[in-house]
């Protein structure tokens, strides 16, 4: 390894600190050259998933790391050399968080001796190098030997050459190496103006009020490595030390072997074994007049399917926590991909019988993709905390937490912060926010800045929509998941660190969703819903005035009553079709049977409203437009929504058979439509899918056409298994007010608020 490393780097999950996202620091270090690449954020691991993806990507060493914010010395850079250093590093940033409030992390000089075997550490000195900061230098050296190096950076502040002089002759005196950082805020120097908007944010000030607490220049962003050794020419020794620990520092997160806990069986018996015997007793009981051949080979491929990718052990403990619930009387309902699920039907995990409605089992669990499953189960909102604890009481706060989600800025809060930091007014930053609602960022121009009542050729007007622009996107905290769940069969805080959360006794991971996708972790989602506390109140009235005893799956199915009263838009009190929207829906799709609730929860959407959905299927389904399918494929795809895409998995299945896309890459258009509102990357397809298309025959009008349904999705499109789900859920409080008016009345008036 020859050149240069860059050890000192501050992403934006520094969160208000770094001016660049990871992967952007990843992949400029990538194109200068540089030999590998620190990321050191600020008491976190948060953003480090993202790096390693993109070092991946362009091909450059990350070395992970993070920086220790001390309480009683000055910090410290730690990079683990191994696997067991890294889940050193873990734990220690766990015990800073557990022992603080959410978001913050408390340590001392004497946690990080504790937990440095195998580190690499860096001490970042003090603006003012001093006598005390030379006795701690000498203390630290005893406890880690070679391991220990100082941190010295050019960093035009106008005493360099003293500062410099200072740390070498402490370096020496101490025996402590010098290595050569520049303590990276941004990826390139252009970010500097955004890296004072942020410093504003996190000081809660105006840029004319900043002062010093900005950076004297805008000189901390990545450099090339020729440029490194010419500002360090007098000492090249402290350019070889960052190569040296770049060679010591070996650990990769590829090394993350996540394994999942495995819960007891019988003796004798797999844990495959187990969910075979579970899922067929299951079905009996589902289907106590004998199981439907249809079924049956569903339950049989499924199994199969399980079997190879060995996930037995996930189902198994989803039975396990929905057992639970069951037992203490908590209604709950798999939804999401669960749906498509015969073997999650007949575990108990979902009341949507799959002899109603067909759907691929590939959309959940994909042995091409290789994917882990991903199970929602939706519980009865007032009484889902006991399933969490009950998690947490099985697997130990040691192997359970909550999965952390990212949240970002977006239009309206970039817009509102850095208008803050430039002093506009409160009025003028509503009509800022105004003119770019729900609105393409390039879209905004000056016309709807001229409607807005603002002027478009103010030149601070246009520095704050330039900077709001970069900002978008950018993490503002972590906060926790609403209902993601991790549990791991070693120690979740050796995987990743643990801190609190703001509701007492729960614990969050610092990883979201995609990271753990990243890293093949799985996670269980355990959700609330509102409607099945009114469900689970609503059928206990009825068993108690009525005696009849009746469960999600045993609501007589298919009444013609329940049709004729949603047909009539009576729908106020049933869950999903109670708005305005749906209530006008109603009476034009004429629902007549199960899979028409589907469409009808989905229909009523953003995304099909803007993709141009409704009125094509609407007249369709009327006779008004004839029905008609360019290809015998896409008729295959959309023979059941009458030609027009209105699922999710339908734009994938059109991704791969009208476009060519492999299952993967139809993947990839699924993930950017489902992150659409945070990242907006679903536009990075359109030439690939289009191209695709045409060079198979299709007309390119009808190509983009496709193209523009499918971005109509990345703006809330449902998948299929999600709206047959929330469907099940519909009909069933429906036929509650059909038939039970009074018990459905009295629960829903005695369920606390909805929500999470």
Same mark, same amino acid.
């Given at each position: 390894m020859t050149g240069y490393a860059e050890l000192q780097v501050t992403t934006n999950f520094s969160f208000l600190r770094g001016a660049s996202h990871p992967e952007e620091m990843v992949a400029a270090a990538a194109g200068l050259g540089t030999a590998a690449i620190g990321i050191a954020d600020r008491n976190t691991l948060a953003g480090i998933v993202r790096a390693h993806t993109a070092a991946k990507a362009s091909g450059i060493r990350l070395i992970v790391g993070a920086r220790l914010d001390l309480d009683d010395a000055p910090s410290l850079l730690c990079f683990p050399t191994d696997r067991a250093a890294y889940g050193?590093?873990?734990?220690?940033?766990?015990?800073?968080?557990?022992?603080?409030?959410?978001?913050?992390?408390?340590?001392?000089?004497?946690?990080?001796?504790?937990?440095?075997?195998?580190?690499?550490?860096?001490?970042?000195?003090?603006?003012?190098?001093?006598?005390?900061?030379?006795?701690?230098?000498?203390?630290?050296?005893?406890?880690?030997?070679?391991r220990l190096s100082l941190a010295v950076a050019k960093l035009y502040q106008g005493d360099d050459d003293v500062r410099l002089a200072t740390l070498v002759a402490l370096g020496s005196a101490c025996g402590v190496p010098l290595v050569a950082t520049n303590d990276v805020h941004a990826h390139d120097g252009s970010r500097r103006p955004l890296q004072d908007v942020l410093t504003c944010i996190r000081e809660h000030c105006t840029l004319r009020e900043a002062g010093y607490r900005l950076f004297a220049n805008g000189e901390r962003h990545l450099k090339p490595p020729a440029e490194m050794a010419r500002l360090f020419r007098s000492f090249p020794n402290a350019l070889v030390r960052t190569l040296?620990?770049?060679?010591?520092?070996?650990?990769?997160?590829?090394?993350?072997?996540?394994?999942?806990?495995?819960?007891?069986?019988?003796?004798?018996?797999?844990?495959?074994?187990?969910?075979?015997?579970?899922?067929?007793?299951?079905?009996?009981?589902?289907?106590?007049?004998?199981?439907?051949?249809?079924?049956?080979?569903?339950?049989?491929?499924?199994?199969? /399917?399980?079997?190879?990718?060995?996930? !037995?052990?996930?189902?198994?403990?989803?039975?396990?926590? +929905?057992? &639970?619930?069951? #037992? =203490?009387?908590i209604l709950c309902q798999g939804r999401?991909?669960?749906?498509?699920?015969?073997?999650?039907?007949?575990?108990?995990?979902?009341?949507?019988?799959?002899?109603?409605?067909?759907? /691929?089992?590939?959309?959940?669990?994909? !042995?091409?993709?290789?994917?882990?499953?991903?199970?929602? +189960?939706? &519980?009865?909102? #007032? =009484?889902?905390?006991?399933?969490?604890?009950?998690?947490?009481?099985?697997?130990g706060r040691e192997r359970a937490g909550m999965t952390a989600t990212v949240i970002s800025y977006r239009t309206k809060s970039a817009l509102r912060e850095v208008g803050k930091v430039f002093g506009l007014s409160d009025d003028a930053i509503t009509a800022l926010q105004r003119a770019f609602w729900r609105r393409p960022w390039a879209e905004v121009g000056a016309d709807e800045l001229r409607a807005a009542g603002l002027n478009p050729c103010d030149h601070l007007l246009q520095r704050v929509i330039a900077l709001a622009e970069e900002l978008k996107g950018f993490p503002r905290h972590l906060s926790q998941?609403?209902?993601?769940?991790?549990?791991?069969?070693?120690?979740?805080?050796?995987?990743?660190?643990?801190?609190?959360?703001?509701?007492?006794?729960?614990?969050?991971?610092?990883?979201?969703?995609?990271?753990?996708?990243?890293?093949?972790?799985?996670?269980?989602?355990?959700?609330?819903?509102?409607?099945?506390?009114?469900?689970?109140?609503?059928?206990?009235?009825?068993?108690?005035?009525?005696?009849?005893?009746?469960?999600?799956?045993?609501?007589?199915?298919?009444?013609?009553?329940?049709?004729?009263?949603?047909?009539?838009?009576?729908?106020?009190?049933?869950?999903?079709?109670?708005?305005?929207?749906?209530?006008?829906?109603?009476?034009?799709?004429?629902?007549?049977?199960?899979?028409?609730?589907?469409?009808?929860?989905?229909?009523?959407?953003?995304?099909?409203?803007?993709?141009?959905?409704?009125?094509?299927?609407?007249?369709?389904?009327?006779?008004?437009?004839?029905?008609?399918?360019?290809?015998?494929?896409?008729?295959?795809?959309?023979?059941?929504?009458?030609?027009?895409?209105?699922?999710?998995?339908q734009a994938m299945r059109i991704a791969i058979v009208a476009a060519g896309f492999s299952p993967s890459a139809a993947d990839g258009l699924r993930r950017a439509m489902a992150t659409f509102r945070n990242h907006g990357t679903i536009h990075h397809f359109r030439d690939r899918f289009i191209a695709g298309m045409t060079g198979r025959g299709y007309e390119a009008d009808f190509a983009l056409r496709c193209f523009r349904q499918i971005e109509g999705f990345a703006d809330y499109g449902f998948p299929e298994s999600h709206a047959a789900s929330f469907a099940l859920i519909v009909y069933v409080s429906a036929w509650l007010k059909c038939h039970y008016p009074a018990a459905f009345a009295c629960a829903l008036l005695n369920s606390q608020p909805m929500g999470f």
């Open positions: 050193r590093l873990c734990r220690l940033l766990s015990v800073g968080r557990r022992r603080a409030p959410k978001a913050e992390c408390r340590l001392s000089l004497a946690d990080v001796i504790a937990f440095s075997e195998g580190q690499m550490l860096v001490a970042v000195p003090p603006d003012k190098p001093d006598q005390a900061f030379a006795l701690l230098l000498g203390r630290v050296k005893q406890d880690l030997g070679d040296e620990i770049a060679g010591r520092c070996t650990f990769s997160l590829d090394e993350l072997k996540y394994e999942y806990p495995i819960d007891p069986v019988p003796q004798g018996r797999t844990p495959q074994d187990e969910l075979a015997r579970l899922s067929w007793l299951g079905a009996d009981e589902r289907y106590p007049e004998g199981v439907p051949a249809k079924v049956k080979a569903q339950i049989a491929h499924e199994l199969d /399917l399980i079997a190879t990718l060995k996930f !037995a052990p996930y189902f198994l403990t989803v039975h396990d926590i +929905v057992r &639970f619930a069951r #037992e =203490r009387g999401g991909s669960a749906a498509n699920s015969a073997v999650c039907f007949c575990l108990g995990i979902t009341a949507v019988d799959p002899a109603r409605i067909e759907v /691929l089992f590939e959309r959940f669990i994909s !042995a091409e993709r290789n994917e882990p499953p991903d199970i929602d +189960v939706d &519980f009865e909102h #007032e =009484r889902r905390e006991e399933v969490i604890q009950y998690v947490y009481q099985k697997y998941h609403t209902g993601g769940m991790v549990i791991t069969r070693s120690p979740l805080n050796e995987v990743v660190p643990i801190g609190n959360a703001a509701m007492a006794e729960r614990t969050v991971i610092e990883w979201d969703k995609n990271d753990l996708d990243a890293l093949g972790i799985l996670k269980i989602d355990i959700l609330g819903l509102g409607m099945l506390s009114c469900v689970r109140k609503a059928l206990a009235l009825i068993a108690h005035h009525h005696g009849r005893r009746l469960t999600l799956a045993t609501v007589p199915a298919e009444d013609p009553a329940v049709y004729a009263m949603l047909c009539r838009a009576d729908s106020v009190g049933v869950f999903q079709v109670e708005s305005r929207a749906q209530m006008g829906m109603l009476p034009r799709l004429k629902p007549k049977e199960f899979y028409d609730l589907v469409i009808e929860v989905a229909i009523v959407r953003p995304g099909p409203i803007q993709g141009d959905m409704v009125h094509p299927y609407l007249r369709r389904r009327e006779g008004l437009e004839e029905v008609a399918f360019p290809s015998a494929e896409l008729e295959a795809v959309l023979g059941k929504t009458l030609g027009v895409p209105l699922f999710q998995e």
